[in-house]
């Protein structure tokens, strides 16, 4: 007999999706609670980091203790510093009084430094110690402090990536990576979309007291389809718009915007992350989203959409003499007439 169950329910709290990559995520962040060890989070934007970070807290036994979440991001240099560490009255000039910083104030719990990529050089140094000796010192103070916070640290950059370009420390990388937890990308589990989207509903419906919607399998296929670079974030602002936009029982395609049917392109660069990895993110679902349904073409169509890229740009900046482009490019010059004829670029040839 079946049971009344809800497919939807994960054991954390908040944590929609069953896809067996996300079992593993819930396995692993209930197993990480139970030790104090620090735990890495990575994965792409809006895949539910933050989410995870808090579910570390409260399934652990610290979470009676507090949870406090700095965003490494935000802050200046100095001002992380002191945010963190705390400061005495005098360390600098706006250092009016003795200030207790973050890592104080989370004793007995969990502290999350969520865009750890962003911390200084400097300070890099001084987490180094915090996760060796469980110690620092305030701004402007000789005094060691000593703390017992477990900590967990988020990064939607590769932090490998990152040492190679000497903007973080290898020490501090293998400190902070004892429990690594890799948030998956949307587009990797489009069985969790429709869970998502009933979750995002009910929710939204709720919020704007309006009865809640059933999408369309149209819906539905399109939503299963689209390559989601924003995530778990993204289905839920589309969803969001959808409910506060629409009226009726049921949610149809057009509800949510063309590019997400397939019918405009992504834009790109308007990834938040930036860099290399971004950029083919978008890529890929710039790609699929011109694919049509049974296309197994990927490959293709990305490295088609950054070359025929790079050919425009050379030839502009080569003023369309082909022979000088093709040197920059460092191709035959039979090839590069081939390629422009190929993607039509003739016309930009002037
Ligand atoms: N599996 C999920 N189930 C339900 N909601 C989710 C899930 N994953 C993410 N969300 C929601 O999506 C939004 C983004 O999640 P979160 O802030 O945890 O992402 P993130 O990985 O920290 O992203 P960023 O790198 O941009 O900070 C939040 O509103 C969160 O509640
Ligand atoms: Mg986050």
Request: charged share 25%; glycine share 6%.
């Given at each position: 007999?079946?049971?009344?169950?809800?497919?939807?329910?994960?054991?954390?709290?908040?944590?929609?999706g069953?896809?067996?990559?996300?079992?593993?995520?819930?396995?692993?962040?209930?197993?990480?609670?139970?030790?104090?060890?620090?735990?890495?989070?990575?994965?792409?934007?809006?895949?539910?980091?933050?989410?995870?970070?808090?579910?570390?807290?409260?399934?652990?036994?610290?979470?009676?203790?507090?949870?406090?979440?700095?965003?490494?991001?935000?802050?200046?240099?100095?001002?992380?510093?002191?945010?963190?560490?705390?400061?005495?009255?005098?360390?600098?000039?706006?250092?009016?009084?003795?200030?207790?910083?973050?890592?104080?104030?989370?004793?007995?719990?969990?502290?999350?430094?969520?865009?750890?990529?962003?911390?200084?050089?400097?300070?890099?140094?001084?987490?180094?110690?915090?996760?060796?000796?469980?110690?620092?010192?305030?701004?402007?103070?000789t005094?060691?402090?000593e703390?017992?916070?477990r900590?967990?640290?988020?990064?939607?950059?590769?932090?490998?990536?990152?040492?190679?370009?000497?903007?973080?420390?290898?020490?501090?990388?293998?400190?902070?990576n004892?429990?690594p937890?890799?948030?998956?990308?949307?587009?990797?589990?489009?069985?969790?979309?429709?869970?998502?989207?009933?979750?995002?509903?009910?929710?939204?419906?709720?919020?704007?007291?309006?009865?809640?919607?059933?999408?369309?399998?149209?819906?539905?296929?399109?939503?299963?389809?689209?390559?989601?670079?924003?995530?778990?974030?993204?289905?839920?602002?589309?969803?969001?718009?959808?409910?506060?936009?629409?009226?009726?029982?049921?949610l149809?395609?057009?509800?949510?915007?063309?590019?997400?049917r397939?019918?405009?392109?992504?834009?790109?660069?308007?990834?938040?992350?930036?860099?290399?990895?971004?950029?083919?993110?978008?890529?890929?679902?710039?790609?699929?989203?011109?694919?049509?349904?049974?296309?197994?073409?990927?490959?293709?169509?990305?490295?088609?959409?950054?070359?025929?890229?790079?050919?425009?740009?050379?030839?502009?900046?080569?003023?369309?003499?082909q022979?000088?482009?093709a040197t920059?490019?460092?191709?035959?010059?039979?090839?590069?007439?081939?390629?422009?004829?190929?993607?039509?670029?003739?016309a930009?040839?002037?």
């Amino acid at each position: 007999m079946a049971m009344a169950t809800s497919q939807s329910q994960s054991k954390i709290a908040g944590m929609i999706g069953n896809a067996p990559v996300m079992q593993d995520v819930y396995a692993l962040t209930q197993r990480a609670a139970q030790s104090s060890a620090t735990v890495l989070l990575t994965g792409e934007t809006g895949t539910g980091k933050e989410l995870i970070a808090r579910a570390v807290h409260e399934l652990s036994p610290r979470a009676s203790g507090p949870f406090i979440r700095v965003n490494c991001g935000a802050l200046s240099e100095s001002l992380l510093e002191s945010e963190l560490f705390g400061h005495v009255k005098g360390a600098f000039t706006n250092a009016f009084e003795n200030r207790t910083g973050r890592f104080e104030a989370a004793h007995g719990g969990t502290v999350f430094l969520d865009e750890i990529n962003s911390v200084s050089y400097k300070l890099q140094v001084k987490l180094l110690r915090v996760l060796q000796e469980h110690e620092f010192e305030r701004v402007g103070d000789t005094k060691s402090i000593e703390v017992d916070c477990r900590i967990v640290a988020a990064t939607n950059r590769d932090l490998l990536d990152e040492i190679d370009e000497d903007r973080f420390r290898e020490d501090l990388y293998y400190r902070l990576n004892v429990l690594p937890i890799y948030l998956p990308p949307l587009r990797d589990r489009p069985e969790d979309v429709p869970l998502l989207v009933d979750f995002f509903i009910a929710t939204y419906a709720a919020k704007n007291g309006k009865p809640t919607p059933q999408p369309t399998a149209e819906a539905i296929s399109f939503l299963q389809r689209y390559a989601w670079p924003g995530n778990v974030r993204e289905l839920q602002n589309y969803v969001e718009r959808a409910i506060v936009l629409t009226d009726g029982d049921t949610l149809d395609a057009d509800a949510f915007p063309p590019h997400v049917r397939g019918l405009a392109p992504v834009r790109i660069g308007r990834a938040k992350t930036g860099g290399a990895e971004a950029l083919c993110r978008e890529l890929v679902a710039l790609g699929l989203s011109e694919a049509g349904d049974a296309a197994n073409d990927l490959h293709e169509r990305v490295v088609s959409l950054v070359e025929k890229e790079l050919i425009s740009q050379v030839l502009s900046t080569c003023q369309g003499v082909q022979t000088k482009a093709a040197t920059r490019l460092g191709i035959n010059r039979n090839t590069l007439h081939k390629k422009i004829s190929d993607y039509h670029l003739d016309a930009e040839v002037r």
